[in-house]
């Protein structure tokens, strides 16, 4: 698949239903903290790629683990799709001017207590990565052809508090995606391959 097939399948495709184990997310209470990303899709030596980092393990939400750039609502930020640039070009230094938001998925209610509204882009030209080691340990990409084969993506439930939740994982070679990232990647993929 290349940009072109990308943005249309984007485009055209009807977002797929959310399977009937996400209807216990609905229960997370309503007093969730903001928080916007950026799906980033960038195409690399003719093959596009998701970007994701590894969070350091001096933050306290979510240490360690792999996310899209993105963050926290501001105060400042005119907007949520305004915060998932500012924060991409904070974390990776991918320029907001480097980039063309194609749209926007539903946003994902977390049981850490975040509500993540997850916008599609791609980037226009390549880029030099220069992260911030405050916010960033690692920049890698994942070929988004991998993604897209429905074997790379696990679910399983968990349960907390006696309410039941889906969470996704998917291995990619030395990393561990899992949680909201593996969520909203998991249906990115569903949307593109749905008819």
């Known amino acids: 698949m290349d940009l072109v097939e990308f943005k249309a399948r984007y485009s055209l495709n009807t977002l797929p239903e959310l399977d009937p184990i996400h209807s216990d997310l609905d229960q997370i209470e309503a007093n969730l903290r903001q928080a916007a990303v950026l799906i980033a899709i ?39 799709q305004a915060t998932a640039l500012r924060e991409a070009q ?50 890698f990409t994942v070929p988004l052809s991998f993604l897209l084969k429905r074997y790379h993506r696990h679910t399983q439930l968990y349960t907390r508090k006696g309410l039941q939740y889906p969470v996704h994982f998917i291995p990619y070679k030395q990393h561990f995606i899992w949680g909201a990232t593996a969520a909203m990647i998991d249906l990115l993929c569903r949307h593109l391959s749905h008819n």
């Open 42 to 80: 960038h195409e690399i030596n003719n093959q596009l790629h998701v970007i994701l980092t590894k969070r350091p393990t001096h933050l306290r939400a979510h240490p360690g683990q792999i996310s899209f750039p993105g963050g926290k609502v501001e105060q400042a930020d005119i907007s949520y």
């Open 90 to 139: 904070e974390e990776i230094g991918l320029l907001s001017t480097n980039v063309e938001v194609i749209g926007a998925l539903p946003a994902h209610k977390t049981f850490t207590g975040f509500e993540i509204t997850p916008f599609v882009a791609t980037v226009k030209q390549s880029f030099v990565p220069v992260i911030d080691p405050g916010e960033v340990d690692e920049y």
